[in-house]
């Protein structure tokens, strides 16, 4: 097997050709030539996963999240991306990152937050070029619930230690639109798509004040998009069943933001 082989089932899964013009989504660390025994999916690429990866035995991991998103000046090993690097480049582990690929498509990051809220009659909410791709999807509750009922849906969906919430709508709500990950800069688009809730991640302090009859969750960057780790190994082993393919046994583990409740 060869690193190529891999690549290959994950975009035609969720094509190279649609990330966003900012991300770095693809083949980060290796060649394609690169002979591949066994491959680790996680998250995010950090110096823990890479460990985990020559432990089982893996030449090859792949994340959600970028290793490296920009031009670096240099590679310090006392930062938490030099050290990945580094460490990755000396075992020889080829790193690969399908981001905003795995955002746009109506099975991935968004789709698979809609399956979990058991949303209906769902679309792409801003959709690109002929309509099948594109961020966020938009769809409707399976039954219609108040702003209160609908935090305690989402939170039990989700299995949310917290949530954020602007004020909860009164009114009952119907249509839902998702983004997974940073949904900020999307807002207005969902409100355009007539969502009476918005559900996504990372949101700032000024947009909870929402107008009326719309409301806003924050339901964490990690928690949002996490189970697009599980969606990958099953590209991979749906290809190739028996080909050594694990997911990150300390995936559960690895969100960088922690939750105190006192």
């Known amino acids: 097997m060869k690193v190529g082989d891999i690549t290959a089932v ?26 591949v025994h066994g491959v680790l999916v996680g ?19 792949v994340t959600h999240h970028p290793l490296i998103f920009k031009g670096m000046s240099r590679i310090d090993g006392k930062d938490p991306v030099g050290a990945a690097i580094i460490q990755a480049v000396r075992s020889g582990v080829a790193v690969y990152a399908a981001h905003t690929t795995a955002d ?8 698979a937050m809609a399956r979990r809220l058991g949303l209906k009659n769902v679309s792409i909410m801003v959709p690109e070029g002929d309509g099948t791709v594109g961020l966020g999807i938009i769809g409707e509750f399976p039954f219609p619930m108040d702003g209160s009922e609908a935090l305690h849906y989402v939170q039990g969906k989700f299995g949310l230690p917290v949530i954020k919430s602007s004020k909860p709508l009164e009114e009952k ?5 998702l983004l997974g990950g940073s949904g900020g800069s999307e807002i207005a688009l969902a409100r355009a798509r007539g969502a009476q809730l918005y559900i996504t991640a990372d949101i700032s302090y000024h947009n909870y ?6 409301m806003i969750m924050d339901v964490g960057h990690f928690e949002s998009e996490v189970e697009i780790v599980d969606i990958f190994v099953a590209q991979i082993r749906k290809k190739f069943p028996t080909f050594a393919s694990y997911k990150s046994s300390a995936l559960d583990r690895s969100n960088p933001v922690h939750y105190f409740v006192v």
Do not use: H, Y
């Open 104 to 111: 746009k498509v109506i099975t991935g990051v968004s789709g």
């Open 43 to 61: 998250f995010d690429c950090t110096s823990a996963l890479i460990e985990e990866a020559v432990e089982r035995g893996c030449d090859m991991v």
């Open 209 to 214: 004040f929402t107008p009326e009859g719309f």
């Open 173 to 177: 709500i119907t249509r839902v639109a």
């Open 10 to 35: 994950l975009e035609s899964f969720a094509p190279l050709n649609i990330q966003e013009s900012w991300d770095n989504s693809g083949l980060i660390i290796g060649s394609p030539e690169d002979e």
